[in-house]
Nanobody, 121 residues
Framework: VKIVESGGGLVQAGGSLRLSCAASGRTFSNYAMGWFRQAPGKEREFVAAISWRGGNTYYADSVKGRFTISRDNAENTVYLQMNSLKPEDTAVYYC???????????????WGRGTQVTVSS
């Protein structure tokens, strides 16, 4: 699965961004999809995940209520709507695919190169 993220950028605190993740190469709907992020000097961390048909979602506590993950299997795309952004959300955001619905990074087999999100205070 080839994965390409887009939609990152610079936004003021309190603002919104929507990230997109376009996947190709294998049957997209067979994969659960997740978003992870890595801030400077920190380890990569789980943000959100969505099941194959979109019926189940997981969120990190730090983004619950502010971020929403969704997917469009017809378009082979996953989205991360990010509202009420905070400076601590600044990171490179990665999209990844897994055969398991999971928060665990090591269970994701396919990764994009990431998109930078910067939230100014």
């Amino acid at each position: 699965v080839k994965i390409v993220e887009s939609g990152g950028g610079l936004v003021q605190a309190g603002g919104s961004l929507r990230l997109s993740c376009a996947a190709s190469g294998r049957t997209f709907s067979n994969y659960a999809m997740g978003w992870f992020r890595q801030a400077p000097g920190k380890e990569r961390e789980f943000v959100a995940a969505i099941s194959w048909r979109g019926g189940n979602t997981y969120y990190a506590d730090s983004v619950k209520g502010r971020f929403t993950i969704s997917r469009d299997n017809a378009e082979n795309t996953v989205y991360l709507q990010m509202n009420s952004l905070k400076p601590e959300d600044t990171a490179v955001y990665y999209c990844a695919g897994s055969l398991a619905m999971t928060r665990r990074e090591y269970e994701y087999n396919y990764w994009g190169r990431g998109t930078q999100v910067t939230v100014s205070s």
